[in-house]
């Protein structure tokens, strides 16, 4: 066997211990005689295990008892679209921050359902930095003010929570959550997708205040409305049983690793190792603001992009695979989750500085 370190923005790499207690829990999980995946979803085995995993996450994240957890299917992006059937709730117009491609792809998906005010813009500066508070010009009539806390294309992370008032915020924290301590009574709504901090994809996540549910637009898909799926408790349909099951096992090792505190230095380590090194050289360039670096997707450009394929190939044998940018950034990214360890960065930044020093 030989593991290579991941730097994919997602599906993303899973922490090594994990995958060996699902290696030796595959064909049974305790004394049930089966696989996880095989597992009624109402039977009492299955059950447990999904009643674990909320606990541990509640406990992981400190989430107050008046905040509902959902385990449902369809991405970060299908969230696109329930957010503003959910939270509307009889308003004509919600606020967006637009700070990079995937708070775009929100802001489009909820203008076929809103009016969509955009409170706060950095796209003729390229998605380079977070609007500061100062910049927001928020509606007090609008329903909530959506953001995207880690831009994962761009690389771009709020330093800060924005101040809403009254209004519910909500976030986008598919490539954020986990990796740092938050404070969940913030938000009115925490929506994830599974694939990047918290386990296989399938799985998706969301926090909800309970004042907010039970207000959907009357042709809310049921599979999309958070009132009906609270009540089912994820269960109105068949929820993504193996990968709520691995979800649980990352927050059984997040909880060994110390629980958020502990993953924040980690994190805060292994971005400041990658961004040294970056800045120091003149071959590589990160084009992002230094109060607005992302944690978990770090960009960067070769001095000479001719050079791209060849770094690329280099990398990827000696084992260092997923590096290349965003079609739409060009040039490379590493994503630094959770999962990837300390070794992973210090093997990247040691492989960079002998491929300056051949190259640059
Ligand atoms: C990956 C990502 C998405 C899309 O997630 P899907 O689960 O593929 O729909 C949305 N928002 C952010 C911030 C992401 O990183």
């Known amino acids: 066997m030989a593991r290579v370190y991941n730097f994919s923005a997602g599906p993303a790499m899973l922490p090594e211990p994990v995958l060996r207690r699902a290696r030796d829990e595959m064909l049974e999980w305790h004394a049930s005689g089966m696989c996880v995946a095989e597992m009624s979803h109402r039977g009492q085995d299955f059950m447990s295990i999904a009643a674990q995993a909320e606990a541990d996450l509640r406990e992981l994240l400190g989430i107050p008892s008046n905040y509902q957890v959902l385990f449902l299917q369809g991405g970060a992006s299908t969230q696109f679209t329930a957010v503003p059937m959910n939270l509307l709730r009889g308003a004509a117009s919600?606020?967006?921050?637009?700070?990079?491609?995937?708070s775009k792809k929100a802001i489009a998906e909820a203008r076929r359902y809103a009016e969509v005010r955009v409170a706060a813009t950095t796209e003729t500066e390229r998605f380079t930095r977070a609007p500061a508070q100062t910049?927001?010009?928020l509606d007090?009539?609008?329903?909530?003010?959506?953001?995207?806390?880690?831009?994962?294309?761009?690389?771009?992370?709020?330093?800060?929570?924005?101040e809403t008032g009254d209004r519910p915020l909500v976030a986008d924290m598919s490539s954020t959550i986990l990796s740092r301590p938050i404070?969940?009574?913030?938000?009115?709504?925490?929506?994830?997708?599974?694939?990047?901090?918290?386990?296989?994809?399938?799985?998706?996540?969301?926090?909800?205040?309970?004042?907010?549910?039970?207000?959907?637009?009357?042709?809310?898909?049921?599979?999309?409305?958070?009132?009906?799926?609270?009540?089912?408790?994820?269960?109105?349909?068949?929820?993504?049983?193996?990968?709520?099951?691995?979800?649980?096992?990352?927050?059984?090792?997040?909880?060994?690793?110390?629980?958020?505190?502990?993953?924040?230095?980690?994190?805060?380590?292994?971005?400041?190792?990658?961004?040294?090194?970056?800045?120091?050289s003149s071959f590589y360039h990160n084009p992002v603001?230094?109060?607005?670096?992302?944690?978990?997707?770090?960009?960067?450009t070769l001095a000479d992009a001719a050079l791209d394929e060849t770094f690329l190939k280099e990398a990827k044998a000696a084992r260092?695979?997923?590096?290349?940018?965003?079609?739409?950034?060009?040039?490379?990214?590493?994503?630094?989750?959770?999962?990837?360890?300390?070794?992973?960065?210090?093997a990247l930044v040691d492989f960079m500085s002998e491929f300056e020093r051949r190259y640059g």
């Open 94 to 102: 919600a606020d967006y921050l637009n700070t990079g491609s995937w």
């Open 135 to 137: 910049e927001l010009s």
């Open 140 to 162: 007090p009539a609008a329903a909530y003010v959506h953001y995207t806390p880690n831009e994962t294309i761009e690389g771009v992370e709020f330093s800060y929570v924005p």
């Open 183 to 280: 404070e969940v009574s913030r938000f009115g709504l925490i929506y994830a997708g599974a694939q990047k901090n918290i386990g296989p994809a399938g799985l998706t996540i969301i926090i909800v205040r309970e004042d907010l549910l039970g207000d959907a637009m009357a042709v809310t898909p049921t599979m999309l409305d958070y009132q009906v799926q609270a009540k089912n408790d994820s269960m109105y349909n068949t929820p993504p049983t193996y990968a709520w099951y691995l979800a649980g096992l990352v927050f059984e090792w997040l909880k060994g690793l110390g629980g958020l505190a502990g993953m924040a230095e980690i994190n805060a380590r292994k971005a400041q190792r990658l961004y040294h090194a970056i800045d120091r």
């Open 289 to 300: 603001a230094l109060d607005s670096r992302s944690w978990m997707n770090v960009p960067f």
């Open 320 to 346: 260092l695979t997923t590096l290349k940018g965003h079609r739409s950034v060009g040039g490379m990214r590493a994503s630094l989750y959770n999962a990837m360890p300390e070794e992973g960065v210090e």
